[in-house]
T-cell receptor, first 114, second 111 residues
Framework: DSGVTQTPKHLITATGQRVTLRCSPR?????VYWYQQSLDQGLQFLIQ???????AKGNILERFSAQQFPDLHSELNLSSLELGDSALYFC?????????????FGEGSWLTVV | DQQVKQNSPSLSVQEGRISILNCDYT??????FLWYKKYPAEGPTFLIS?????DKNEDGRFTVFLNKSAKHLSLHIVPSQPGDSAVYFC??????????FGAGTILRVKS
């Protein structure tokens, strides 16, 4: 158990809908990361937050957005869902930033768009 | 732009022997390298890491070697055990940001 908690573990929704994935980082961690793993792709970095502020952005679609709240939990919002958005979405956290920063992953939220 | 490459999709090793997983990178700014182990439909589990100022780090059966001039790192598992069978990902970051992953190598340890 990494200490990173993600909910829900599984969800099925229809195309065009909107969903919210939630992440609670490890106790004491200030950085939160979101990654996407599709069937035919590896782990793709989406976005990183540090202490409530966006720190780095990857290949995140405009239909997707995220935020980190004052209590440090984070949410990833996925809207106008398409079949291709079906994937495993991972949240990860770390103490902060800087060299030597080890990132720990949650168990993931499996999204199926039908 | 694939900055971290794991060119071997799979590796099969006999129990008790050494497993060597390889990783190459292109970005010379990477200063921290990590190896993760992953089972299907589960999150990656951190195994071992190495800073760019070192060339070797050891933790039990796991040793990571870094060759900066060749932009190459490897993970050695000795001795290999059936429970080590999983997908292994190499990852790298610059100043703790935006961890970039390789495509992964499937390790099968046969008993």
């Amino acid at each position: 158990d990494s200490g990173v908690t993600q909910t829900p573990k599984h969800l099925i929704t229809a195309t065009g809908q909107r969903v919210t994935l939630r992440c609670s980082p490890r106790s004491g961690d200030l950085s939160v990361y979101w990654y996407q793993q599709s069937l035919d792709q590896g782990l793709q970095f989406l976005i990183q937050y540090y202490n409530g502020e966006e720190r780095a952005k990857g290949n995140i679609l405009e239909r997707f957005s995220a935020q980190q709240f004052p209590d440090l939990h984070s949410e990833l919002n996925l809207s106008s869902l398409e079949l291709g958005d079906s994937a495993l979405y991972f949240c990860a956290s770390s103490v902060g930033v800087g060299s030597g920063n080890t990132i720990y992953f949650g168990e993931g939220s499996w999204l199926t768009v039908v | 732009d694939q900055q971290v490459k794991q060119n071997s999709p799979s590796l099969s090793v006999q129990e008790g022997r050494i497993s060597i997983l390889n990783c190459d990178y292109t970005n010379s700014m990477f200063d921290y390298f990590l190896w993760y182990k992953k089972y299907p439909a589960e999150g990656p589990t951190f195994l071992i890491s190495i800073s760019s100022i070192k060339d070797k780090n050891e933790d039990g059966r796991f040793t990571v070697f870094l060759n900066k001039s060749a932009k190459h790192l490897s993970l050695h598992i000795v001795p290999s055990q059936p429970g080590d069978s999983a997908v292994y990902f190499c990852a790298a970051s610059v100043w703790g940001n935006k961890l970039v992953f390789g495509a992964g190598t499937i390790l099968r340890v046969k008993s």
